[in-house]
């Protein structure tokens, strides 16, 4: 019997069986096998009868003493008992409405018996309780998921019948499976379904896993590959101090390292490819600015894309600094066809070695002679037209991509296909946690009067709203209720508005005013979620916190408790939605709350609708198996060469995977 083979080549499947499995989109003997259980049950030791409990779920190993006897045989209602010894004491076992089982027990069997003891005229007993053949099954009973008109013991017997029938062509080599401790399939098929302790089931699991991660993988190292790669550069190490020298404060250790890994993939024979992944403030923009250095050292261009023209603005200006104004330049929608051509010449001779540009750039006819490294900031936050043109249109360069929405590596391996990542864990110096409230509704007009009072005193603050206009139908506060608001009950201060249908130039104006105190409260949509960074703001209200999602709140969070002041973020809601908030009031670890919000969106939805399709890993759960991915991805590494067989194999089987979409696993 073939893995391949359908289900009714099994004994005991019919075609109502048949049916019935594929409820549960069981077709072939491979997906029985990929069945797995829900759960199992410790089955290995026993309860003497004497020592049983009432209420107690026990597990009971005796022979039948007694015959089976009727005590009631009607067509709707059917009771037969019989009693069962251990040879510690007696129980009796009520069967009800299962007649045709009459027949079927004999005295002198002995079996397995699990379920729930009662109490009944004093005495225990037993009623339906699980029955199981010995040495059916191993120590742990599993238990699958089923559709009506299949049972337990059905599913069990199918899954049994099929191990034991079942011929599997094992081609991965036994010294790859050896050194990885990886089961071999029949092994872990079998432990998997019939464990006989909890350490084979483990494995079991962390096998399958193991080769389920590997096969996916190779198949999205294939799409990259599609796309073709950079030319490696081989760039000699650079002076990493002279860069450093030019920063207005000291690198982190993270930064520093993280500066390294840059220096030495730059080198490398293989094209840079990087994911730097920091909570918010972690300060990834000279660590990404480093490489545009090391560019510009050896005479290339670097591109620096960004979702919004505020950070484009921001990130310019840093750069300037860096690099030399005379070498940065900035492209926004709104420049004028004169501006453009100026810009364009400076590229084309090379004056220009650092464009930072938002996605304007993608559809502008810009081109660069010596254009070798891209820097995506903020990745995510472009739309899915927009990263699937840039990976066309850009596939030929060195990639470096920032994300300050923290996720697993697991997701970010998904995400970012095979980049290398780097995680700047460290936060510079001085950083204090943001306090963080939740304030219902009803202390929504003292928090203000508490805020107006902070402003009065020089604080800044940013209030956003989860809507620009007020809208029908919504019950949230718009930005323009919070701006008459304000301006009705506190004249005096100075309020200033942003919002993403605003032209560049405007919003760059409006920041500028906030950052030079011609406004002190900035009103806004989540535009300021992104990069914005104005260290002296201490205050972030976030109107119907509930309504956004706990990343992203800590994003907007982010944007205060970058100065040395105490800095305060008040999420404002209605009771129902505290207990998720409450996360972040306990919490100030991007990578911890982005796992919670994880849990209460579901990876699809975190992850957004376009990635659903990656999703469906059988044996792995992206939260819980970080580890798991971080040993396929180190035996990627060395496959090729050391087991160049087993790497075969699974370039194969990803090959065949667009023929074949249920071949999930590399059997
Ligand atoms: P993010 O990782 O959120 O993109 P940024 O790169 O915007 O963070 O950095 C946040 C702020 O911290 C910036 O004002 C930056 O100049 C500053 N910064 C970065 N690294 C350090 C450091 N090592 N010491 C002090 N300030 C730093
Ligand atoms: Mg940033």
């Not at 023209?309 to 492209?331: I, N």
Request: glycine letters at 6%; a neutral charge.
């Amino acid at each position: 019997m073939n893995i391949d083979d359908k289900v009714t080549s099994i004994c005991g499947v019919g075609p109502k069986k048949a049916k019935l499995l594929e409820k549960l989109n069981i077709l072939t003997i491979q997906d029985l096998l990929c069945h797995k259980p829900a759960y199992y049950r410790d089955i290995s030791s026993f309860t003497p009868i004497n020592l049983l409990e009432e209420d107690c779920l026990s597990v009971i190993k005796a022979k039948i003493v007694s015959l089976p006897k009727w005590v009631r045989k009607g067509y709707r209602f059917s009771l037969f008992t019989f009693t069962i010894s251990d040879g510690n004491g007696e129980l009796s076992i009520n069967i009800f409405n299962l007649p045709f089982l009459f027949k079927k027990y004999q005295i002198g069997d002995t079996y397995i018996f699990m379920g729930k003891t009662k109490k009944f005229r004093n005495r225990l007993q037993m009623d339906n309780p699980e029955i199981m053949h010995i040495n059916a099954f191993q120590n742990f009973l599993p238990y699958y998921p089923l559709t009506a008109g299949l049972t337990q013991n059905v599913m069990r017997q199918i899954i049994l019948n099929a191990l034991k029938k079942v011929e599997f062509s094992e081609e991965l080599t036994q010294e790859f499976l050896n050194q990885y401790h990886i089961d071999f399939l029949s092994t872990a098929f079998w432990n998997l379904h019939f464990p006989e302790s909890s350490d084979m089931l483990l494995n079991a699991k962390r096998s399958l896993g193991l080769r389920e991660i590997l096969l996916f993988l190779y198949q999205i190292r294939n799409q990259n590959s599609e796309e073709g790669y950079a030319t490696p550069l081989h760039l000699q190490p650079i002076d990493q101090d002279e860069y450093m020298n030019r920063l207005p404060f000291r690198c982190t250790q993270a930064q520093i390292s993280a500066i390294k890994e840059i220096a030495q993939d730059l080198g490398k024979s293989v094209a840079t490819n990087r994911l730097i992944q920091g909570d918010v403030g972690s300060g990834k923009t000279v660590v990404a600015l480093f490489a545009a250095f090391v560019m510009q050292k050896y005479g290339y261009q670097t591109l620096i894309l960004v979702p919004t023209g505020l950070l484009a603005e921001q990130h310019y200006h840093s750069a300037v600094k860096l690099l030399g104004e005379e070498h940065v330049a900035l492209f926004t929608g709104s420049m004028t066809e004169k501006e453009k051509k100026n810009l364009q010449t400076n590229i084309e001779q090379g004056k220009t070695s650092v464009l930072i540009s938002t996605h304007a750039i993608l559809y502008a006819k810009v081109t660069f002679p010596k254009l070798r490294l891209i820097i995506i900031d903020e990745q995510h936050r472009f739309g899915v037209a927009q990263r699937s043109y840039m990976a066309n249109q850009y596939s030929n360069l060195h990639k470096i991509t920032m994300s300050a929405t923290p996720i697993p590596r697991s997701l970010a391996m998904i995400l970012h296909g095979n980049a290398e990542i780097t995680v700047l864990n460290e936060l510079p110096p001085g950083r204090t946690p943001v306090k963080t409230y939740i304030v219902y509704q009803n202390k929504r007009k003292d928090m203000y009067d508490w805020i107006n009072q902070k402003v009065m005193n020089g604080e800044k603050a940013y209030i956003v709203c989860s809507l620009l206009e007020a809208s029908e139908g919504i019950s949230a506060v718009s930005v323009y209720d919070v701006y008459m608001e304000l301006k009705n009950n506190y004249p005096q201060i100075k309020t200033g508005i942003i919002h993403g249908r605003m032209k560049d130039d405007d919003k760059t104006e409006i920041m500028r005013k906030f950052i030079t105190d011609d406004i002190s409260i900035l009103i806004s949509t989540t535009v300021v979620e992104v990069g914005v960074d104005v260290p002296d703001a201490t205050i972030m209200v976030i109107e119907d916190a509930d309504r956004f999602g706990l990343a992203q709140l800590h994003q907007l969070r982010g944007r205060v408790g970058r100065g040395n002041r105490t800095s305060y973020c008040y999420l404002i809601c209605h009771k129902s939605g505290v207990e998720r908030l409450q996360t972040l009031k306990e919490c100030h670890d991007g990578f911890e709350i982005a796992k919670k919000d994880l849990i209460y969106r579901g990876a699809g939805n975190f992850l957004g609708t376009e990635q659903h399709g990656e999703m469906t890993f059988r044996f792995v759960s992206l939260l819980e198996d970080i580890d798991l991915f971080e040993e396929a991805k180190k035996i990627l590494h060395i496959l090729p060469q050391q087991y160049p067989k087993d790497h075969e194999f699974f370039e194969k089987k990803a090959q065949e995977k667009n023929t074949n979409m249920k071949k999930y696993l590399a059997i």
